[in-house]
Structures are given as C-alpha cells and as structure tokens.
C-alpha cells in the first residue's frame, strides 16, 4: 500500500503542502476561492519545525500526516467507531457524522497525525486525497520532500 513519506533532509518547512491539503479539502478545491468560503477549510498535514535558532539553513521541517497504521490505536481508541479502516483502500479515515470529538484519537496517535477541528468538534486526519492519484500535499512539494510510493520504492525516491 502507498504511503506517503517526508525526506526530511529535503523539506524547508514552507508549508506549501499544508495548503494545498486545506484547498484540496475546501468546498471550491481552490486555494484562492478557499480563503473566502464561510466555513475555512483545515489542512491535515502540518509542518513541524526543530533546531529554530534563528538561522534558516540550520532549521529542520518534517510534514506530520497520518501513517495509515496497520493496526491503528486511533481507530482502537475511538469511543464512537468514528475512526475506521476502509476495507477497499485500507486508508484510516473519520467518519464526521459519527465523530464526538473525545480526542482519544489524538491522545493515542504515535505521530502526532490527527488534528482537533475545535470549530466543528471533531477529529481530522489525512485522507490521501482519495479523488486524486497522487495527494494534494505530495503535488503541491517544490523541493519533492513528500513522496508517495510504496515503502519498497522509498530507496529509490532517496537518490
């Protein structure tokens, strides 16, 4: 199964995939159109940054998204079952209509992958993009930092 992956070493923390995640998941899938829709969209991959001491070429950015865990504690510590794996794409999603926002998906997550949407009260998370063939946040990557492969391809997408 695809995964999306951040060469660390290849990320400048520009925050382009953050983004184009919120656009991809707006009402109009337009950045510029998005800004101004009733309801902002919220990205669900987001940029940590380490070692800020000022200086940008000692500056360390990695991309935060869910890692579609095999056996995801997210999904074992939903309360309401809003969290499941999909049987046909095996992709970890949230379901908003079951979601209760209890936030145990975000205690759990190793990652640090599912975000609180406070406005709504629920849980995001990435979702591939699921109408794209490559996700948004990997398309939108001008230094290819994000790549999406399968995890055997990953050594070649590291040359």
Do not use: F
């Amino acid at each position: 199964m695809k995964q999306i992956y951040c060469i660390i070493e290849r990320c400048m923390g520009c925050r382009a995939c953050e983004l184009a995640c919120a656009a991809e998941h707006s009402q109009s899938k337009n950045l510029m159109e998005a800004v101004r829709e009733e309801a902002i969209p919220k990205h669900r991959v987001h940029i940590e940054v380490v070692g800020d001491n000022g200086e940008l070429r000692r500056v360390q950015a990695i991309a935060i998204q869910c890692r579609q865990c095999e056996e995801p504690a997210c999904a074992q510590a939903c309360i309401s079952g809003g969290i499941r794996v999909d049987e046909v794409s095996h992709c970890v999603g949230v379901d908003p209509a079951k979601c209760v926002g209890c936030w145990s998906c975000i205690m759990v997550c190793p990652y640090g992958a599912v975000v609180k949407d406070e406005e709504n009260h629920r849980a995001l998370k990435c979702d591939r993009c699921p109408d794209r063939e490559i996700p948004a946040c990997v398309a939108s990557c001008i230094t290819h930092a994000l790549v999406y492969c399968e995890p055997d391809e990953l050594e070649k997408e590291l040359t």
